[in-house]
Structure formats: structure tokens, C-alpha cells
């Protein structure tokens, strides 16, 4: 997609596509990791046989009652904390009405006028930009079932394991401007809930659902009529949708048609967005209070309970990062993407007390690797150890840079082999002999007396070719520095 930067007075600046401002929200379905449903005692567990996981109150069977689920409610705590928002000390839940197959009850238990998490922000880096996106609310609420088409010639089978499994829909102001910027978004709200431990973040199995609010305007005008993508289950499908669902809204309204509010699915085959339904709006579902639960009351003394049992937070262990490492945020940030990430970076840097090139390794050299493999950290062969020895091995002289990539190389074959052995196996040693390097040194520069004349009458690139020569003659061995170091005095005298 072809776009222009507008910039605009002040700090902000809006992305134009075609003369059109982009507006994305989105709605996130976060399944709690529970070991039981919102309401009742029936397991989570994906994967089980159909309906082997749907007791009595899911089925929603004349007499059962729904009880709350405490953990549940501690994890939205949890979230709420995370992101800075407001704790409601008294939230209250609804019942959203609608008719669907998979809904046993006719309704979904939800909260609607008071949710119980309220306001708060996301914050992101997008290249070296920080950008934050303002949250509305999150709510607790339980799934639906699975309609089942597949299996099935001309008709539907109803899979209600998944009725009852808590949620909580995290739900964006219409803040971010770009698909880049959505993305971003969704990946660092992805990390957050699962550093906390409060989601596995499985989007294949459907345990991290996002919703993209999709509209356009030219820009001044109100917001546009907004088309809400539903279910998008991975980083690439969700970039693709909304790339397409913005050319086909500007292709719409520039040929003279109104884009109709509507719910729309995205087809990962054909790369396009179909409408699937008109979208509903509160008034549709018919909302009021549920009669069966009463208001859910959080206590200070509890909110601060769960305060003291979480994990650092992303944010907190970048700044700390900074501050006892002397990285930038940017960096920081980087190595915080994960906790996986953030113990390997804290292990190997404590190891050889070299912070900033353990960080440049894992962002540059480890993280090319892992990204080749479509591997994460955790799949990594060099231990932390390892990179602390290796990069120690950089930091005293032993290697160069070049030699350490070969060592990495050795490494990455055989997780078992140490830093120094494949150094001395493989004759990857500097040489730092000065004596040695110096009678080098002398030969090159009598053998190049042009280069020798063109740096002495100011051509700063003829010191290159003399400095390649010299590392040809060492067989690579020369330590970088101190040939340069030397051949600056050798040509000053």
C-alpha cells in the first residue's frame, strides 16, 4: 500500500492513504488461563472431544445457576495494574441478548454500564517512535460455543466446550492511524497478557482473539462509518485484512457509495474481506442487568494483595535495564519483548558483565537466526553462558568480530561445544603481538607506497585498502584496532 507522511503541526503525525486518514480500533478477546470456566467448575482445556467439557450450567439446563469465578477476576486485576487503569470497586454484569446455535442460554453473561477494568493505555515503540493507545475498558464475560461446518454435508454440529470460557475483551479509543501502528499494538498487548501469565496468547487455538474498527475520513472530518474485521488470528492475516479493508472502503466512497456499518470476516485464501452480517448496536442486544449474579465487589485490600504477587512488568524491567545497564530505552524495550528474552539478556550480561554487546548479539546476530528458523528464544542452541563466554572472548582481544561469528557458527551446530576449544580448534585467535603485527604492517606499506602517498595528501579511504592488506597478511588474525592504531603512527611519523 502506497502511503504519505502528512505531518501535521505539533507532535503528531497522520499517515495518508490516497488523501485518507486511517481510524483503527480494536476489541481483543483475552481467554483467561483459568483452570475452569467463569461460572461453573467444567475444565478449560483445549482440544478435548465435543462437549465432553460442557456441564449442567453451560448447557445452561432449567435451575442452574451461574457462580463467579474468582481467579478470573484476579486476572483482570492483574491486566488492569499492568496497563494503568482504573480498578471499578464495584463492576456489575449484564446479559447481551442475542440468538445463535452455539449459545445455549439466548444470552451471554457480559458487563456493559460498568465494567471492571476502566481506562488505561498501551505503549509501543514503532521503529524508534513511542506511540501509546488509550483503552476504554475491559470486561469480563464467557465464550460462546463453536458452530462445526466442516464435518458436516449440509448441516451444523454445535460444539459447546467452549461455552462458559472466561474472557476478557480489552477494547481500544480508535487511536492508532496506520496497519503498522495496529500491529504493533496487538503484539505488545499480546506480550503484556502473556508475561503476566494471564493468557497463553495461543492465537491458533483461539485463546487471543482481535477485532479490528476499520474506518477512513479525508482528513478534519468526523470519524467515518466503521466496518469491524472479526477473529483475526495471526499478525500476518491482521496486517493483510486491514491493508485490504482500507483500499476497498477509498474504492467504495470514490466511486460515489456509502460505506454500511458491518461485521466482516477476512478470507487468508483470496486476501479479501467479506461482510458477514450488519453490525449490531448496544441497543440490538438488549442489555440489562443479570438477575442471577450479584455485583462483583473489589476490595482496595485485595487490589493491593495481587499488586504484590505479580511479576516485574515489561515496562518496569526496561527501565531498570537503563538504569543498571546503561542501555537506551529502545534497546531495553527490544529485549524485554518477552521474558524468555529478558532472562537470557540478564543472564549472559551478569555473566560477562558486558550489557551493551550482549544486547547487540541477541538483536542482531541471534535474533537473524531465530528469525530464519521462525524459532523464539526459547529454541535457542547457545546458552547464555555461552554468549557471555563468547562475547567475553570479543571483549579481551581473544577474537574479532568476524572470528565470533564463526564461533557462533560452531555453536549453533553443536550446542555442546565451549568457546575456547572451537577458538584454538579452528585458529581464531587476534594476533596481538605487536612485534609480529608491526614487521606486517611495514611490509604492506612498503609494497603500497601509492596508497602510502594518497592517505598522506588527505584521501582517508586509501587507509582502508592498507588496513585490508595488512588483515590478508595476517590471515585475519590482526586485531582491527591496533592495526589501525599503528598504521596511523607509522604514516604520521
Known sequence: MNTVVDKKSGANESLLVRGYEVVIGFETHAQLSTQSKIFSRAPTAFGAEPNTQACAVDLALPGTLPVMNKGAVERAIELGLALGSHIAPRSIFARKNYF????????????????????????????????????????????????????????????????????????????????????????????????????????????????????????????GTRREIKNLNSFKFMQQAIDFEIRWQIEEIEDG??????????????????????????????????????????????VERVRASMTELPRVMAARFCADYGLSDYDATALTQSREVASYFEAAAKACGQPKLVGNWIMGEISRRLNAAESDISACPVSAVQLAQLVGRIQDGTISNNAAKQVMDALWTDPQAQVDAVIEAKGLKQ???????????????????????????????????????????????????????????????
Open 257 to 302: 457509495r456509502a460505506i454500511q456499518q458491518a461485521t466482516v470476516l477476512f478470507n487468508p485464501d483470496t486476501g479479501e474481506t467479506r461482510a458477514m452480517r450488519s453490525k449490531e448496536d448496544a441497543a440490538d442486544y438488549r442489555y440489562f442487568p443479570d438477575p442471577d449474579l450479584p455485583p462483583l465487589v473489589i476490595a482496595p485490600e485485595w
Open 100 to 223: 445463535y446455535p452455539d449459545l445455549p442460554k439466548g444470552y451471554q453473561i457480559s458487563q456493559f454500564e460498568i465494567p471492571v477494568v476502566q481506562g488505561g493505555s498501551v505503549e509501543f515503540y514503532l521503529g524508534d517512535e513511542k506511540k501509546s493507545v488509550r483503552l476504554v475498558r475491559a470486561h469480563l464475560e464467557e465464550d460462546a460455543g463453536k458452530s462445526l461446518h466442516e464435518d458436516f454435508i449440509g448441516q451444523t454440529g454445535i460444539d459447546l466446550n467452549r461455552a462458559g470460557t472466561p474472557l476478557l475483551e480489552i477494547v481500544t479509543e480508535p487511536d492508532m492511524r496506520s496497519t503498522a501502528e495496529a500491529v504493533a499494538y496487538a503484539k505488545e498487548l499480546h506480550k503484556i497478557v502473556t508475561w503476566i501469565g494471564i493468557c497463553d496468547g495461543n492465537m491458533q487455538e483461539g485463546s487471543f482473539r482481535c477485532d479490528a474498527n476499520v474506518s477512513v475520513r479525508k482528513p478534519g472530518e468526523p470519524l
Open 431 to 493: 594476533m596481538n603481538d605487536t612485534g609480529a603485527l608491526e614487521k606486517i604492517v611495514d611490509a604492506v606499506l612498503a609494497a603500497n607506497p601509492k596508497n602510502v602517498d594518497e592517505f598522506r595528501a588527505g584521501n582517508a579511504k586509501a587507509l582502508n585498502a592498507l588496513v585490508g592488506q595488512i588483515m590478508k597478511g595476517s590471515q585475519g588474525k590482526a586485531n582491527p584496532q591496533q592495526v589501525n592504531d599503528l598504521l596511523k603512527q607509522k604514516l604520521a611519523g
